[in-house]
């Protein structure tokens, strides 16, 4: 039993340059959160997803983007990556919302945007 | 709006003391409270939540939480402290009306001492 997997676990970008993180779970969960965690700020959130096909926006959206095609993947994209969206980036998921279940996470992805 | 505030971002106990780590909230309608554990290089973990009833929260690995709504708390302890329990803790608070999102506090990291 996998839980959550993101992809990769580590990347370094060049300002400018794009790319997608990955975050896979095989608990049939119908939420998902990506978050960012950075040093003294605790996890902000980001993009969520209440269910295959859905997204909205968290604390911090601006210069991500996130799809939901399949049920078991939630994406989160940098089109243009910025040194401010260096940090660790953590998916999470949940069969009915972070305040009846808890949350899923998974190990991180480390991003270094130089 | 909902937020979390944990007090002191380190806190250093010696092997056996107790452990007791700040967390006050504010919220505009009763809250959801979590705690959540980060060990090195990985993600969140749930330690114990509290949602309704009982005010005394018990968790995992002997921590607990106690609900005081007359000081806006929600403070963990453990009696006795070991090497093991070493990790980043993080208050997390949620409302209903929030979409079940979590909001985080900015984490306190726990050193014990032999």
């Known amino acids: 039993n996998a839980g959550v997997t993101q992809t990769p676990k580590f990347r370094v970008l060049k300002t400018g340059q794009s790319m997608t993180l990955l975050c896979a779970q095989d608990m049939n969960h119908e939420y998902m959160y990506w978050y960012r965690q950075d040093p003294g700020m605790g996890l902000r959130l980001i993009h969520y997803s209440v269910g295959e096909g859905t997204t909205a926006k968290g604390e911090v959206p601006d210069g991500y983007n996130v799809s939901r095609l399949k049920k078991q993947n939630f994406l989160l994209g940098l089109e243009s990556a910025a040194p401010s969206q260096t940090s660790v980036y953590f998916c999470a998921s949940s069969t009915t919302g972070a305040t009846n279940e808890k949350l899923f996470f998974g190990s991180g992805t480390q991003l270094s945007v130089l | 709006a909902q937020s979390v505030t944990q007090l002191g971002s380190h806190v250093s106990v010696s092997e056996g003391a107790l452990v007791l780590l700040r967390c006050n909230y504010s919220?505009?309608?009763?809250?959801?409270l979590f705690w959540y554990v980060q060990y090195p290089n990985q993600g969140l973990q749930l330690l114990l939540k509290?949602?309704?009833?009982?005010?005394l929260v018990k968790g995992i690995n002997g921590f607990e939480a106690e609900f005081k709504k007359s000081e806006t708390s929600f403070h963990l302890t453990k009696p006795s402290a070991h090497m093991s329990d070493a990790a980043e803790y993080f208050c997390a608070v949620s409302e209903k009306s929030s979409g079940d999102k979590l909001t985080f506090g900015t984490g306190t990291r726990l050193a014990v001492r032999p």
């Open positions: 509290y949602t309704t009833g009982a005010t």
């Open positions: 919220s505009s309608v009763p809250p959801y």
